[in-house]
């Protein structure tokens, strides 16, 4: 029989970083200082075997973002942390033919799981199960559904050496469904040997200081040549030129695709200086929810940052309705330490507004103020986030013509064709001046 004990923490998951972390440092420490830092705290779990072994460690940090249905048909997100107290009734040692399970429960019938597999020389996560309960109303006030939603995803950590111990301080996240599970400083060890923990760790991708500067890479050639003055600490941060690559995006409710986004977004982050990153479509995946009124579309770029759009539907007259876009949602997370830095939201937009069945298309660049220091840039938008017949885009509503931009060639045309009318009416008024006068001859 398995005994545990658990410290006072948090948890959070093994989980695998999937890309090198990036030069994201100076990002989120400009952020840190301005918003939405919240703390969590890290959870213990020592699980002993019948010997009083330890034959299951992990100690990690975790938090859930979920967005949820309420009763007025809307959704909301909302983030479930963990507890400083969790239980981990039903965690398993695991051995050659059993899988090992680290399971926690925490809060008013939430609970966390994940399952190892041990091959003869690496063990590795094998699925993660979540299981939250919308009856919890001081996370999900007003839920419309209550009860417990189950979820499971695939585990994405990495094959770990035997005896090894597996150690990931950037931040990691598991999206599945309506939820984002994020992951930091995590420290697990499954199948454990003799009760003592692995002397050597297997670091995570992200951590490895090859893949993961630390700094932004200094403008090489520039210092390195003037190697007389002590150069100064350089300041800037890698800007891409280029535009953001356009990313096809789509969600599928059951087997149907309902709700299609291309677009390439390039985020614009400004605090002292400005910093814009381009959202690489090959990395992000899409995940949200579909509905009749309301539908969200969320982004993760693998990379920290989370993207997420609200489309609603208004009614324009007595038959007819638009959609359009009502929010956009941005959090940055920090890969390097974990949490979540910045998390900006504007409800308040009216934008890409098309009827109903039809799509909405924006070639040019657009901007979105989510707030005072972000910004996403929206290039080769086609938009449809409702009714999607048959993974097609219906027939498109361009932009162009309640654009900004298009005012300033309507007026100036407006104004040249006033300037023509005048010019006609000048001549007519001539010809007749000069008629009148050959007739007086
Ligand atoms: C991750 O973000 C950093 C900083 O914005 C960027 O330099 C890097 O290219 C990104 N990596 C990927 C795989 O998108
Ligand atoms: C297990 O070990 C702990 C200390 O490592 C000790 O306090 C505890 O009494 C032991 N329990 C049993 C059942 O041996
Ligand atoms: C955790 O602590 C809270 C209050 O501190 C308590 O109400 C709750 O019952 C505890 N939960 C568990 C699982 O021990
Ligand atoms: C594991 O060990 C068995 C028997 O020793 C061997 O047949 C099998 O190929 C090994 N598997 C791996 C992945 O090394
Ligand atoms: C791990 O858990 C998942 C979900 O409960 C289950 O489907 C899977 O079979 C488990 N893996 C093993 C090896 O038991
Ligand atoms: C939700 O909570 C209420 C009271 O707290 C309870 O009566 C009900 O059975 C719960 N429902 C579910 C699905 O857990
Ligand atoms: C991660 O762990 C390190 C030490 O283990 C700690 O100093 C750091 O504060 C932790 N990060 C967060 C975000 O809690
Ligand atoms: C575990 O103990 C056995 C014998 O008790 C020993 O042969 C083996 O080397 C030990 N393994 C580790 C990883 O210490
Ligand atoms: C920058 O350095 C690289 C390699 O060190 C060199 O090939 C290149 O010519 C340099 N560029 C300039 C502008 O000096
Ligand atoms: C999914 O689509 C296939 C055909 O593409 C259809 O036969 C099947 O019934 C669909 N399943 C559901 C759950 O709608
Ligand atoms: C959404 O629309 C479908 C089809 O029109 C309808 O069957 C369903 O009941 C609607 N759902 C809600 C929540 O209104
Ligand atoms: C929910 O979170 C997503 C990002 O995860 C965001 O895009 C969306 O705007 C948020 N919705 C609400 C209602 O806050």
Not at 314 to 337: G, H, I, P
Not at 348 to 366: I, P, R
Request: proline residues 5%; glycine residues 6%.
């Amino acid at each position: 029989m398995a005994r545990a004990r658990s410290r006072s923490l948090l948890l959070g998951a093994p989980a695998v970083s999937m890309g090198p972390p990036r030069a994201f440092v100076p990002l989120l420490l400009l952020l840190l200082g301005t918003s939405g830092f919240f703390q969590s705290d890290a959870v213990e779990v020592d699980l002993k075997d019948g010997a009083n072994a330890t034959c299951l460690y992990a100690n990690w940090m975790m938090k859930f973002l979920i967005t949820y249905e309420t009763n007025s048909s809307d959704y909301k997100n909302t983030t479930l942390n963990l507890p400083s107290n969790v239980t981990h009734d039903g965690s398993v040692c695991g051995s050659d033919t059993q899988a090992a399970l680290l399971a926690v429960q925490f809060g008013q019938g939430h609970s966390w799981s994940v399952n190892f597999t041990k091959t003869n020389e690496t063990y590795q996560a094998d699925f993660v199960t979540f299981t939250y309960n919308t009856n919890d109303t001081t996370v999900f006030p007003d839920a419309k559904r209550k009860g417990p939603v189950t979820i499971v995803v695939k585990g994405t950590m990495q094959p770990v050496q035997l005896n090894n111990v597996f150690v990931c301080h950037n931040t990691d996240f598991l999206d599945a469904e309506s939820v984002t599970q994020i992951f930091w400083n995590v420290t697990v060890q499954a199948f454990v040997q003799n009760g003592t923990i692995g002397k050597k760790e297997s670091r995570c991708h992200a951590d490895t200081p090859t893949a993961a500067p630390t700094v932004p890479p200094t403008v090489a050639n520039v210092t390195t040549a003037s190697t007389t003055t002590a150069s100064p600490a350089p300041t800037t941060a890698p800007k891409p030129v280029e535009n953001p690559e356009t990313g096809n995006y789509s969600l599928k409710s059951g087997n149907k695709t309902c709700l299609l986004a291309n677009v390439g977004l390039q985020l614009n982050v400004s605090q002292d200086k400005p910093l814009l990153i381009n959202i690489n479509p090959k990395t992000t995946r899409a995940d949200g929810a579909c509905g009749n009124t309301t539908a969200t579309l969320k982004l993760n770029d693998g990379n920290s940052t989370l993207i997420g759009f609200t489309f609603v539907v208004k009614n324009v007259s007595k038959t007819a309705q638009k959609f359009y876009l009502k929010e956009v949602n941005v959090t940055l997370l920090n890969r390097l330490n974990g949490s979540v830095i910045s998390n900006a939201d504007n409800s308040n937009f009216s934008k890409w507004d098309a009827f109903l069945g039809t799509s909405y298309m924006c070639q040019k660049e657009q901007t979105l103020e989510i707030s005072d220091n972000i910004q996403i840039h929206t290039f080769n938008l086609w938009i449809q986030p409702f009714l999607v017949v048959e993974n097609k885009f219906s027939t498109a509503q361009e932009c162009s013509l309640d654009d900004d931009d298009i005012l300033i060639p309507i007026v100036v045309g407006a104004a040249l064709a006033g300037l023509i009318a005048i010019i006609v009416l000048a001549y007519v008024i001539g010809r007749r001046k000069s008629y009148a006068g050959y007739q007086t001859l």
